[in-house]
T-cell receptor, first 111, second 114 residues
Framework: QKEVEQDPGPLSVPEGAIVSLNCTYS??????FMWYRQYSRKGPELLMY????GNKEDGRFTAQVDKSSKYISLFIRDSQPSDSATYLC???????????FGKGTRLSVIA | DTGVSQNPRHKITKRGQNVTFRCDPI?????LYWYRQTLGQGPEFLTY????????KSRLLSDRFSAERPKGSFSTLEIQRTEQGDSAMYLC????????????FGSGTRLTVV
């Protein structure tokens, strides 16, 4: 079992839909949870940075962490064609160890 | 500051040749990371530096791979005797040690070994 599991998709939704992206993990010691967006042929770009459990909202994006279930989610409201990209979840331990990434979910938002 | 810069953007090399990639991090970032990403996969950790010290290396990093960060500024990643399995996107990221997971990635160097 990989440390971080993420459904690779692809996921295709109509413009304006609410998108739900998820990751599960096996290492209960993870404390930091990130979401990155990666456009084709570009490096990943940090979207959300959260520590421990709970919710965090930033504009149309909401990140949720449920440590009891070892499950994290990213919600995108009012999705736009410009949101079409690969979304990577990533997790960290103490700050002195590197991030562990999921495989990424490819999202297409159709106009 | 223009972010994290990686050169070259693309490199095609013959099997058995040596290649070197360069990463220029954000100037005030003291941490620098190298990751490798293949098609359909997430980035896999290779190594990271805090200032000039190499603090961790993945077991993915065989003895054909070496990384340096002289003077704690730019970094180089060298692959000796390249193999077809080395074909991948090599990503560099930097961060501050007091916000260690706030990585800023470069656009990567795409290596093709033929």
């Amino acid at each position: 079992q990989k440390e971080v599991e993420q459904d690779p998709g692809p996921l295709s939704v109509p413009e304006g839909a609410i998108v739900s992206l998820n990751c599960t993990y096996s290492n209960s010691a993870f404390q930091y949870f990130m979401w990155y967006r990666q456009y084709s042929r570009k490096g990943p770009e940090l979207l959300m940075y959260t520590y421990s459990s709970g919710n965090k909202e930033d504009g149309r994006f909401t990140a949720q962490v449920d440590k009891s279930s070892k499950y994290i989610s990213l919600f995108i409201r009012d999705s736009q064609p410009s949101d079409s990209a690969t979304y990577l979840c990533a997790m960290g331990l103490s700050g002195n160890t590197p991030l562990v990434f999921g495989k990424g979910t490819r999202l297409s938002v159709i106009a | 500051d223009t972010g994290v810069s990686q050169n070259p953007r693309h490199k095609i090399t013959k099997r058995g040749q040596n290649v070197t990639f360069r990463c220029d991090p954000i100037s005030e970032h003291n941490r620098l990371y190298w990751y490798r990403q293949t098609l359909g996969q997430g980035p896999e950790f290779l190594t990271y530096f805090q200032n000039e010290a190499q603090l961790e290396k993945s077991r993915l990093l065989s003895d054909r791979f070496s990384a340096e960060r002289p003077k704690g500024s730019f970094s180089t990643l060298e692959i000796q005797r390249t193999e077809q399995g080395d074909s991948a996107m090599y990503l560099c990221a930097s961060s501050l040690s007091d916000r260690p997971y706030g990585y800023t990635f470069g656009s990567g160097t795409r290596l093709t070994v033929v």
